[in-house]
């Protein structure tokens, strides 16, 4: 299913290599251009009529290589400390324990794949302390916290969300 979508979403693929590179310009236009592909493909899916399921595990799927990478690499440089970069993806260990859950109930298979409030806005931060980061920010340990909250947030949705459909 190589839809136009599909295709902004594949994009940050190769956009998370930039990592690789030391330049701090490079790094920033990746991360914007992953800002945007990340916030049009599902629209462009909407509008088009051509949300897939592929689709919509396709796009949270390449928005954490993109992070995983980047912090993976800012950790390698000492840029960001391991804790810190695990807690800007508590959310998805909350993803976990969710599918788990859902596992358990048999559940997993028939679930609908759908973007949440609470996901969204810790993708777009994430994306925000990488740009900060890109351009030497230091953050607040509470920033860091912040993802924790995030990510039970995101939880306390899905599993609301679960529970009434």
């Excluded at 690499?73 to 859902?102: G, H, K, S, T």
């Excluded at 990488?130 to 990510?151: A, H, R, T």
Aim: aromatic share 16%; net charge positive.
């Amino acid at each position: 299913m190589f839809t136009l979508s599909n295709s902004l979403s594949l994009l940050r693929l190769p956009l998370a290599f930039v990592f690789l590179s030391h330049n701090p310009t490079l790094r920033i236009i990746a991360i914007i251009l992953a800002m945007f592909t990340d916030s049009i493909d599902g629209y462009i899916a909407r509008r088009s009529k051509s949300v897939s399921r592929f689709g919509a595990i396709l796009d949270p799927a390449m928005d954490k290589f993109f992070v995983y990478f980047a912090l993976t690499v800012l950790c390698i440089e000492n840029r960001i400390e391991l804790w810190q970069a695990f807690a800007m993806v508590a959310r998805d260990f909350f993803l976990m324990i969710f599918a788990i859950y859902l596992l358990a109930a048999h559940s997993l298979k028939n679930y609908e794949y759908r973007s949440i409030r609470w996901g969204k806005v810790s993708t777009a931060l994430q994306f925000i302390v990488l740009l900060g980061l890109c351009i030497n920010i230091v953050f607040p340990v509470s920033i860091f916290f912040i993802f924790i909250l995030l990510g039970s947030l995101a939880f306390v949705e899905l599993f609301y969300r679960f529970k009434t459909t």
